[in-house]
């Protein structure tokens, strides 16, 4: 459920006129609204209601201080995978006490930032991992508290590069594995504190089954250490649940809640959750203009202001988004079925393909629908051209969240070298040696 919909022809984020926010911060431009984000947040609370829980946002879905801040407000905690996702939050008001920080390759600083904010837990995926985590509380005289991500060999079916719970993925340790570490990590990495068990595997998924399927192996695996007296307190259930990008019919958290609450009953944990895609993808769109429209003998093409470097799902997955215009066509006017394409020198470069519109004259406006999240976070300077703006709505007000990047920008930290010039000539003895003394001085 989102608050983008249709006042007769035109489409509105909540009460503003899309095309109003187009016309006055220009485009390509991604809409955020705000009702959408604690609609969502407050579906995932609803859902879990009755049992003990913290529900932290990934930050790498949408990472915009203003979207952060939203859910810090009302009370979320968050998931992060890097040191800036740390900086990102905490500026955001996040309370670091319901951090977790996962991910494949924390580096030292990274540990140490994340251990003197006094987050959470760390969910690690490695055995070297844990060694490093456990070698940095020590130097800082503290101890860390640990989750081990382990793999489940769960099939998510979902997108191949989108699945991480298989043996394949570079994700987690093994179940097996991941036991000999705790029991490892009990007798011998005294800066440790076993607190967690972690899993998630996947995104995008669009039914409970797998979720259960999970569930069911870290159910007893927690059992089985408990009885090595690794005293477990927090599940860490991850995120994954998919939105509706088309046809698809996604589990409602409700229904979610409803089957991990079932299996977890007895368990006395603590839930984690990690939603991301779910808590932004449909609270966001990505406004763009028509720049020009060209008929091939074997194809109709849109070309528009956005590129794949400002949405790349579409290139990197395949990944479906509706496009629609702004304001709609009269009714039963002519469509045609078209591939939306950006201005990027790479035929991978299409925001959608075979997308039926009606025809359409330059300057209309198209909305990419489901674009709050691995949008903008995903976006890059490609071709060098500037990021987009990024705004948020509430209610009837709307502001500029991060402004549209401007030339200067790209080349914000870059320098001409300053390599000394190789001497060819045999200088004579007196220039030589005034250039020896202009260089000492
Ligand atoms: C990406 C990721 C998430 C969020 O996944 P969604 O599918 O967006 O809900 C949660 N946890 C971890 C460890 C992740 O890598």
Avoid: W
């Amino acid at each position: 459920m989102d608050y983008f919909n249709f006042k007769g022809k035109n489409l509105y984020a909540e009460d503003v006129p899309v095309s109003r926010i187009a016309k006055e911060c220009g485009t390509p431009i991604y809409i955020y609204s705000l009702k959408t984000l604690r609609r969502h947040y407050k579906a995932y609370t609803e859902s879990f209601a009755g049992v003990p829980n913290i529900i932290c946002y990934s930050v790498k879905a949408n990472s915009n201080l203003s979207v952060l801040n939203a859910f810090a407000k009302e009370g979320s905690g968050f998931d992060i995978v890097s040191g800036g996702e740390l900086f990102r939050a905490l500026k955001a008001g996040a309370d670091p006490s319901k951090i977790v920080f996962s991910g494949v390759g924390k580096n030292e600083d990274e540990i140490e930032y994340a251990l003197k904010s006094s987050i959470l837990m760390f969910n690690v995926e490695s055995p070297g991992e844990l060694k490093a985590v456990n070698r940095v509380a020590r130097r800082l005289k503290t101890k860390a508290p640990v989750a081990i991500r382990i793999n489940p060999n769960v099939d998510p079916k979902t997108h191949p590069y989108i699945s991480t719970g298989l043996k394949k993925n570079k994700f987690g340790i093994e179940t097996n594995e991941a036991f000999k570490e705790y029991l490892y990590a009990k007798k011998s990495l005294k800066n440790l504190s076993l607190i967690g068990v972690d899993c998630h595997i996947g995104s995008q998924l669009t039914e409970i089954e797998p979720f259960v399927d999970a569930l069911k192996k870290v159910k007893s695996f927690i059992k089985k250490l408990r009885k090595e007296g690794v005293n477990i307190k927090y599940l860490d259930m991850g995120g994954g649940l998919g939105i509706r990008y088309d046809e698809e019919t996604p589990p409602h958290p409700s229904d979610y809640g409803e089957a991990i609450i079932k299996e977890t009953k007895a368990l006395d944990v603590t839930l984690i959750f990690e939603p991301g895609r779910s808590m932004v993808g449909n609270a966001g769109i990505l406004a763009t203009k028509v720049l020009y429209t060209k008929q091939g003998s074997k194809k109709n093409f849109v070309i528009v202001d956005a590129a794949m470097n400002d949405l790349t799902r579409p290139s990197l997955y395949g990944a479906y988004h509706a496009i629609e215009p702004v304001i709609s066509p009269a009714a039963g006017s002519e469509t045609i079925l078209a591939d939306v394409v950006g201005p990027i020198c790479e035929t991978g470069d299409f925001l959608g393909q075979n997308i039926s519109l009606p025809v359409l004259k330059e300057g209309a406006l198209l909305a990419v629908k489901s674009a709050g999240a691995y949008g903008f976070t995903m976006s890059s300077n490609y071709n060098s051209r500037r990021r987009a703006a990024e705004v948020m709505v509430d209610g009837k007000e709307f502001s500029v969240i991060r402004k549209r990047e401007e030339f200067e920008d790209l080349i914000n930290g870059e320098a001409l070298p300053r390599i000394k010039k190789s001497v060819k000539k045999p200088v004579k003895k007196a220039a030589a040696k005034k250039t020896t003394a202009k260089r000492a001085q």
